[in-house]
């Protein structure tokens, strides 16, 4: 079968067999789209095949009924959760804030149809992962084996007097290689970690590396040592657990600024500060913790790009997006955002970076909730609007959210409608009709007992391959990293040579402008060219433009023309205009203005005109022409006046 455009979901049920079985257990796995169209299916699957087939298709979530159907205590559970892609959630879809639901009850209240009779493994399956499509159930949270890794100054003694600093100096730069040296072996051993340090002149003051791993990982990879300059300590934090999330909450924005002091900003998606603190030496799991007691983050920001490690983990252990601005944010933008906040009062920088970055996303997102706001505005229903924005801001579609929120009220309506029945029939369940629990319970103990005989000798064969498999995975997890990083670093590295490149060419464009003005310059200087403008057509407004000293008009439009611009063509000091033949050249001659054909050099640059200066010469000549015409009119019209002067007396 194809795969689906958008987001896939998972579900899984017991097909049978028992996961602490000689023989193993078997899983009925159903891939469907945000449609609940189906995608894929594998019945009589292996647990290996479901995470082989969670990594083929990389679901935004899995859906079980019981967790503990795929693993027999919470020690395999976690191991299992561990292996499956970082970015994708296990969901318990018959879970509520009343508890645990029958999958049929909660298909029911999300208005699906589950059928008469018992569902088969298949069909509870399918209907697993089309509940999680729309968003049913509570996610499980692990809380992962750490290992706590501090570089810091030993405990031996001081240079004293002038030696001081460089004492200082060289312990800094010892801890700084150290700590390079351990991040290089924890990349190399593909482990996951966070990296605090606490930065000084000429090195660092101390590291802190978080490793989530347990402390018999680190073995062979890094080693406990003191000395005089600095000392290395590996210290097991807390074993690993798994916890169900207490309910979605609310959809919040997250801001992080990450470091030895970490900014932490919550917001709502009405732009509300919820929470806003920092933390000193708080670990990834604290601050999941603390983010999820505020609500269900849909995005994490940060206000670098790239993003730090730690803020990309952390969207991918909450199933969050990741927001980083266009480029890294400058103090005064931080400043300028945390202040617009009201309410906000950030303590620190590292609160006010976060806050920052909380409503930089805040802002791009804006646009997109206005559009919904505005959209629901056509409804006269109950929805749920920070429901909805939340599921479009996950990839759902906003007809698909909307269509999901009336279910949701159509799924209630029935719910309310079933309760009597539903009550009736748990009357007759504890009235204990038609049901052996003796039996019931007597063939459970023995299939304990048997059980528990097989256990002890597949546990150590089971150890090591869980162990191998997980290896295996976390190696091709820290390849795959790397690969994204270099795909990340390629494409930064060619923007920035296109930008060279224009940039180059903007130079070279400005040296040979530079180059001509100069010549032209030289020959203004030698009185080869002199001082021109260009005007499309001749009118006051563009006489008045006319910068002062311009002494040649160059005309485009022979046709059209002011006759008030004649007159202000003398004020403006023109010798003469450059202009093909027509009724405005014969305008200019009866206004005494020498009027030039086009047959003179012109050159132009950055908006400076020049004319050869032949055509200054030109126009000298041709008024003096001009005037020496008008002079004989002059003397021919007294001398006919005076004759029929004396015509008028003989």
């Known amino acids: 079968m194809a795969r689906s455009g958008g987001p896939l979901y998972m579900g899984v049920d017991l097909h049978y067999g028992n996961p602490a079985s000689a023989r193993g257990a078997r899983y009925y796995i159903v891939v469907v789209d945000t449609e609940g169209g189906l995608v894929a299916k594998a019945p009589e699957s292996s647990i290996a095949r479901l995470v082989r087939l969670a990594w083929e298709y990389r679901p935004r979530a899995i859906a079980v009924d019981n967790p503990y159907e795929l693993a027999q205590s919470t020690r395999d559970l976690v191991r299992i959760l561990s292996m499956l892609p970082p970015d994708v959630m296990v969901i318990q879809v018959n879970m509520d804030d009343e508890g645990l639901l029958d999958v049929r009850e909660a298909a029911r209240r999300a ?29 499980l949270r692990v809380v992962e084996e750490k290992t706590l890794i501090t570089v810091s100054r030993g405990r031996g003694g001081s240079a ?3 030696s001081q600093q460089r ?48 402390r018999s990982r680190l073995r062979g990879v890094v080693k406990p040592y003191r000395g005089p300059d600095y000392s290395v300590e590996v210290k097991p934090v807390y074993r690993a657990k798994i916890y169900l ?11 992080l600024d990450p470091g030895i002091s970490t900014g932490l900003a919550i917001m709502d998606l009405a732009g509300r500060i919820l929470h806003l603190a920092s933390y000193k ?45 266009p480029q890294d944010m400058t103090t005064e933008e931080k400043r300028e955002l945390a202040s617009r906040i009201q309410g906000a009062k950030p303590r620190d920088s590292h609160q006010r970076d976060a806050l920052a970055a909380a409503y930089k996303a805040y802002q791009a997102l804006l646009s997109k909730m206005r559009q919904i706001d505005s959209y629901l505005g056509k409804f006269d229903l109950e929805l749920d609007p920070e429901e909805v924005k939340a599921e479009v801001l996950r990839g759902t579609t906003l007809a698909e959210a909307v ?34 629990y003796a039996g019931i319970i007597e063939g459970l103990k023995a299939e304990k007992r048997r059980l528990e005989d097989k256990i002890a000798a597949l546990e150590a064969e089971l150890e090591r391959e869980r162990i191998n498999a997980r290896l295996a ?40 402008m530079t180059a001509r003005l100069a010549g032209m310059v030289v020959d203004a200087a030698r009185g080869n060219l002199v001082l021109a403008a260009r005007v499309k057509v001749l009118t006051s407004r563009n006489v008045n ?99 029929r002067m004396r015509r008028m007396k003989a």
């Open 111 to 139: 208005g699906l149809d589950p059928g008469q009779g018992k569902l088969s493994p298949g069909r509870t399956a399918y209907l697993l992962a089309v509940l999680a499509s729309r968003g049913v159930g509570k996610p």
């Open 160 to 162: 004293g007097g002038w």
């Open 167 to 214: 004492f200082q100096r060289r312990v800094r730069a010892t801890i700084h290689a150290v700590a390079t040296k351990i991040k290089e072996e924890l990349d190399k051993a593909g482990l996951e970690y966070d990296y605090r340090y606490r930065r000084s002149k000429g090195g660092l003051e101390s590291a802190v590396f978080t490793v989530y791993a347990p």
């Open 245 to 255: 999330e207490e309910g979605r909450g609310r959809p919040v924005i997250v801001g």
């Open 281 to 325: 030496g708080i670990d990834r799991g604290g601050l999941i913790q603390e983010i999820l007691a505020h609500g269900s983050p849909i995005i994490v920001a940060a206000d670098v790009n790239p993003p730090p490690d730690t803020v990309r983990n952390i969207a991918s252990k909450l199933g969050a997006e990741v927001y980083t601005p």
């Open 403 to 436: 269509e999901r929120q009336i279910m949701r009220i159509i799924g209630e309506s029935r719910r309310g409608e079933e309760k009597p029945r539903v009550a009736r029939r748990e009357q007759r369940q504890e009235a204990g009709e038609g049901v052996d």
């Open 473 to 512: 995975i976390q190696g091709a997890r820290a390849e795959a990293y790397r690969d994204q990083e270099l795909r990340t670093l390629r494409s930064r590295v060619e923007r920035l040579e296109e930008e060279a490149r224009k940039l180059r060419s903007m130079i070279e464009d400005y040296k040979s």
């Open 545 to 643: 433009r006319i910068p002062q000293g311009t002494r040649i008009l160059l005309v485009e439009d022979s046709n059209t023309f002011e006759r008030a611009a004649l007159e202000k063509l003398a004020e403006a000091g023109v010798e003469g205009v450059i202009v093909e033949p027509g009724p405005l050249a014969n305008a200019l001659r009866k206004a005494m203005i020498p009027a030039l054909r086009p047959i003179y050099r012109v050159v132009e640059e950055a908006g400076v005109v020049l004319v050869e200066s032949r055509a200054l010469e030109d126009a000298l000549e041709e008024r003096r022409r001009l005037e020496e015409e008008r002079a004989s009119r002059v003397d021919l019209e007294r001398l006919i006046t005076e004759y």
